[in-house]
């Protein structure tokens, strides 16, 4: 997995993020596509769910949340559609939408930018 460098960062010190990519919390059951980065956002002062940034970024890459893994939501949660389940290449994941907006995908069929 790539990881990202200053000179990744924009000038207001987010990481640069590929055109079309979203967090996977943001997607809706049925939702298929690609990963493109793990990246945690970085709050600061503050935690997401008691794990900083960095520990919630190592616990989805030990799972196989990784570029270019293929996903797909195949279920919701009745309250609030949290959780969510994942098809991650071949294994069914849950994760809460707060950790799933760790991981931003590409939508299955979307043009990649040119490299």
Do not use: W, Y
């Not at 956002?41 to 935690?47: F, N, S």
């Not at 609030?80 to 849950?94: E, F, N």
């Amino acid at each position: 997995m790539r990881r990202l460098s200053e000179f990744d960062l924009q000038s207001g010190g987010e990481p640069a993020v590929e055109a079309g990519a979203a967090p996977l919390s943001s997607g809706r059951k049925g939702f298929s596509g690609v990963i493109v980065a793990v990246q945690a956002v970085r709050q600061a002062g503050g935690t997401a769910g008691g794990l900083d940034g960095a520990e919630i970024e190592r616990r989805l890459i030990e799972m196989g949340f990784v570029e270019d893994a293929p996903v797909e939501i195949v279920h919701e949660g009745l309250i609030g559609r949290d959780p969510i389940a994942i098809r991650l290449a071949d294994r069914t994941v849950a994760l809460r939408r707060r950790e799933a907006r760790a991981v931003l995908v590409r939508p299955k069929g979307a043009l990649l930018a040119a490299e």
